[in-house]
């Protein structure tokens, strides 16, 4: 392949937002753009191995090529490695398929300016179609990228049904469309997924694959971003390294979406962060911006064990439908995690309970200034009492549900010595580089997702999220890139 010495715009990772922001960006055919990608990258739809497409399993085992690790500290008592997307599509193309949107209250914690609900809602409806014939058109796409698909009635798991009748027999709703802005806050339903025809469609299938023919968008795959390069507090380009050799791509717009995680260490490595730590780490500062890498937020899991009485044959995606009380989902797996993650030793069958309003903030700093050593990840979770709270009515109430009649006939619930000893993370990590107010000390980014400080640097990933919302972050994170793209002057999908 042939080395790019200079693009109008730079696109560094091409993850879930990566792909769709350098997708609508190369609309327009007098800008060129410039997709660099860690992990490998392909050179068409039809590129993409069965192993990425089957949504019925998460290629993130031992081993896979697909994804990157690093080690994360959840609380001071509790380590786990954690696997990233690192290939063309980003996590998202290693990810469960669960698509559901952000409620309308999680944008009260938006800039009011761009990103309230109202203003959204319109992005998350061009970026999907949806498939079920029966939604509210209002509220639905039919001529986005991105599929969405709910397991019908008839074909759910078996464990699914039994979920479900356990949640209503205990006087939970049923929702039906878990995407619609007036969903009920409680209630149980079925997940909605970027699934067509067993496929996991990602935003490298949906978005950028189909027009890697544009003559004016290029994608180079094994390539890591190691620095950005300024000229005073202007971007004029990026240091990559391809097989152990560091060169340099010239570009006065660099869009960062590396990711939650390596956004903000890209960031740190530029000279874009405390300034103190940039100096204690030889790195020249660039712009004193104490909020990269501080706050962020996710999704604390616990994994409660349960006993199935029989196998079931059927081969579902991970989740059909899930539970939401307070401020926590119940999302009955529909399979152990070593049957859906190839390579793993046999586990227990797990339901997991995820708190998704929870109040840890947590931290990624450098370890060193090589871009191929992971950060220092830190999450900080269970800390408060509410959280503690909260987690442990989540797995009473699931274990209730898991203990009714309707369920009986599925599993058996084991006791439990220590309900939070399966403490883990829904991998939802976000807002690492977030935008806010300029009277927040620790916001990095505008309304515009500009970075504070430098001229040229946009983010554009689950970052900039001002908080995790209190669904999964995957279809918010497409709705995302494709307002950003709007905001960058690219017209809206109709
Ligand atoms: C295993 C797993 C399961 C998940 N399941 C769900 C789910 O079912 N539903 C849901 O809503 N959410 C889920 N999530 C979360 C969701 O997929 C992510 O939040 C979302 O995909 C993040 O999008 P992004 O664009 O911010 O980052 P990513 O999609 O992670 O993209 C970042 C990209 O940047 C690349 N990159 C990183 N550093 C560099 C560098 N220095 N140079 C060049 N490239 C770089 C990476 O290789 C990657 O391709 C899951 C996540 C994981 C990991």
Redesign the pocket.
């Known amino acids: 392949m042939n080395s790019i010495e200079f693009a109008d715009v730079i696109v ?7 792909c769709v922001i350098a997708a609508r960006l190369s609309e327009n055919p007098d800008r060129s753009v410039l997709v ?4 490998p990258a392909f050179s068409g739809v039809s590129d993409v191995p069965a192993e990425l497409r089957d949504a019925s399993m ?1 290629p ?1 085992g031992p081993g896979s090529e697909w994804v ?1 690790t690093y080690a994360a500290e959840l609380t001071a008592a509790v380590t786990r490695t954690i ?6 599509g ?3 193309a ?7 949107r952000a409620t309308p209250r999680d944008f009260d914690d938006w800039p009011q300016s761009t990103w309230s609900f109202d203003q959204v809602l319109p992005f998350y409806v061009g970026s999907e179609t949806d498939l079920d014939s029966t939604v509210l058109r209002r509220w639905h796409g039919s001529q986005g990228p991105m599929p969405v698909w709910r397991a019908p009635v008839q074909d759910r798991h078996p464990l699914t049904a039994a979920f479900v009748n356990s949640a209503t027999n205990a006087g939970f709703g049923f929702e039906k469309d878990l995407n619609a802005p007036g969903a009920a806050a409680e209630g149980v339903g079925a997940v909605p997924s970027n699934i067509r025809n067993g496929t996991r469609v990602n935003a490298a299938l949906a978005y950028l694959l189909p027009v890697i023919g544009r003559k004016n968008v290029r994608v180079q795959g094994n ?3 190691a620095s950005l390069i300024f000229n005073g507090d202007r971007v004029i380009g990026v240091d990559i390294v391809v097989d152990g050799v560091r060169t340099t791509v010239r570009s006065d717009t660099v869009i960062v ?4 995680v ?1 956004t903000p260490a ?1 960031l740190l490595r530029s000279g874009i962060g405390r300034a103190e730590d940039a100096v204690a780490l030889g790195i020249p500062v660039v712009a004193d911006s104490p909020g990269v890498g501080r706050g962020f937020s996710d999704h604390p899991e616990v994994a409660v064990p349960v006993v199935m009485k029989r196998e079931s044959s059927t081969v579902s995606p991970a989740l059909e439908a899930v539970l939401h009380s307070g401020d926590v989902e119940i999302r009955p797996y529909t399979r152990r995690f070593d049957q859906l993650i190839s390579g793993l030793t046999r586990g227990p069958h797990v339901f997991g309970v995820g708190l998704m309003r929870s109040s840890a903030r947590g931290s990624i700093t450098l370890r060193s200034t090589d ?1 191929f050593e992971s950060p220092d990840v830190r999450y900080h979770y269970l800390e408060s009492e509410g959280d503690r709270r909260a987690m442990l009515d989540g797995i009473a109430l699931a274990r209730d549900l898991l203990a009714s009649p309707s369920m009986t006939g599925e599993v058996d619930v084991p006791a439990m010595d220590d309900p939070l000893a399966g403490l883990g993370t829904s ?2 990590l976000s807002g690492s580089a977030r935008m806010g107010p300029d009277s927040d000390p620790g916001s990095v980014l505008d309304d515009h997702c500009r970075v504070r400080g430098v001229e040229g640097v946009f983010v554009v ?3 900039a999220f001002p908080v995790v919302p209190s669904r ?4 918010t ?1 497409i709705m995302f890139a494709e307002r950003a793209a709007a905001l960058m002057g690219v017209e809206p999908a109709k």
């Open positions: 560094v990772g091409g993850g879930s937002c990566g660099l990608e860690a992990g998460l993130i990157g696997a990233r997307g690192r290939v063309l980003g996590s998202g290693v990810n469960g398929g669960y698509f559901v390539t890591t971003v979406s590396a990711g939650a390596h890209l871009p991998l939802h990933d689950t970052s999964g972050p995957h279809a994170a």
